[in-house]
């Protein structure tokens, strides 16, 4: 996912919100993903784990340094929100 968002620069005119959608297939991992953002700004994430996980991440992607219009900086996202569904062994793709 950080490697998503050091690919991606300044694309999408940061700071942004990333959303991680888990699990499920792909279709349902994409839904998750843009529900995952309209989750409110400063609501921790109710599952501790995830919280954690959020935390980690949000700071992974502000040490990039690409900043807020990838003009540089130390804010590249505001939040990283993460769902999750269950899902089946079976139903995750080979390469």
């Known amino acids: 996912m950080i490697e998503r968002v050091r690919d991606a620069g300044a694309n999408p005119c940061p700071p942004t919100i990333v959303g991680v959608g888990i699990g499920g297939s792909l279709e349902l991992a994409a839904i998750l993903s843009k529900k995952a953002v309209l989750r ?56």
């Open 40 to 95: 409110p700004l400063g609501s921790p994430n109710p599952d501790e784990r995830l919280a954690k996980l959020e935390a980690e991440w949000l700071e992974d992607i502000n040490r990039l340094g690409i900043g807020p219009q990838g003009l540089g900086g130390r804010i590249t996202s505001l939040a990283v929100h993460i769902l999750v569904a269950p899902h089946h062994i079976a139903s995750i793709p080979s390469r």
